[in-house]
């Protein structure tokens, strides 16, 4: 007496394998479901903080601004995320740099009703750590305070000192700096 195992046909694999995928992707939606809306908040906290950072105000009134994006000098299309009115301060812009190393850079400038640059924050990126990531650091970020004109690296003629070994980052986050700027200029 043999005993052999049958085996099971394709129909059968098919149903076990969509089961699972069924299964899996229910899960995902869940926790989609779940962690969503504290992705958001901790999104809008991010943003709430990098407006103090910028240029503190008691209150920040979102500005409609009718362009998607803005062409800078360079001949770039940078994505404008968000402007606020900082008071009678000036205006904080978020832009998304869009030529990072590692990809786009989501940053914020503040510009006050001088045409000065009060400050930057970088909302996200995803440059290479240790180098571009050093965007995020408040002593290099410190050198755009002040500017009341086209922003470039040293390397391009311009007065900002690039990040040894990304000056692909710090042309980005120029970039974002200047199309800050000219969003600024736009609402007069």
């Known amino acids: ?89 000036g205006y904080v812009v978020e832009v998304n740099s869009p030529n990072g190393f590692g990809g786009a850079i989501d940053m914020m400038a503040g510009i006050n009703s001088a045409g000065e640059v009060t400050g930057i924050a970088i909302i996200s990126q995803s440059e290479t750590s240790g180098l571009g990531s050093k965007d995020t650091d408040p002593d290099w970020q410190a050198q755009f305070q002040g500017a009341t004109d086209v922003v470039s690296v040293t390397k391009d003629g311009g007065t900002i000192n690039a990040i040894t070994g990304s000056t692909i980052t710090s042309r980005a986050v120029c970039d974002g700096v200047n199309a800050a700027r000219a969003v600024v200029e736009a609402l007069g």
Do not use: H, R, W
Not at 36 to 51: D, F, G, H, V, Y
């Open 1 to 89: 007496m043999s005993t052999t195992k049958k085996e099971p046909g394709v129909a059968a694999m098919i149903i076990v394998l969509s089961v699972i995928c069924l299964v899996v992707a229910a899960l995902l939606g869940i926790i989609n479901g779940i962690t969503a809306p504290l992705i958001a908040e901790n999104n809008e906290k991010t943003i709430q903080e990098s407006l103090q950072v910028v240029m503190p105000a008691d209150s920040y009134d979102k500005v409609e601004f009718s362009d998607e994006s803005v062409t800078i000098d360079t001949g770039t299309a940078v994505p404008v995320l968000g402007v606020y009115q900082a008071g009678e301060e």
